[in-house]
């Protein structure tokens, strides 16, 4: 992944913030979720990185979720690989 990210999301709510991240994942971009989730007890804020090059259109994509339904993003987030520890 670059060097160079941006964070384009962030969230309280960790079902949310894995949602977006198989949104992005689904559109073929790359993405980096920190916070709370790092945690043995995951609470807190969950941030979404992605390479500079793609965060114009993950904020779009992200901007756009009223068009995707809560189901689909679920869907997504639960297909979504594992994060590497």
């Known amino acids: 992944m670059s060097e160079n990210l941006k964070r384009v999301y962030a969230t309280e709510s960790q079902s949310d913030g ?3 991240k198989g949104r992005l994942e689904s559109e073929g971009i790359p993405v980096l979720i ?3 989730i790092d945690d043995a007890y995951p ?3 969950v941030y979404l990185f992605v390479p500079e090059e793609f965060a114009a259109r993950a904020e779009e994509i992200i901007g756009s979720g009223a068009e995707v ?6 869907a997504q987030a639960m297909n979504a690989e594992p994060e590497e520890v």
């Not at 339904?69 to 679920?74: F, G, K, P, R």
Request: hydrophobic share 40%; glycine share 20%; no cysteine.
């Open 43 to 45: 609470v807190g804020a």
């Open 69 to 74: 339904d809560a189901e689909q993003l679920e």
């Open 18 to 20: 894995y949602a977006a």
């Open 34 to 36: 920190k916070g709370g």
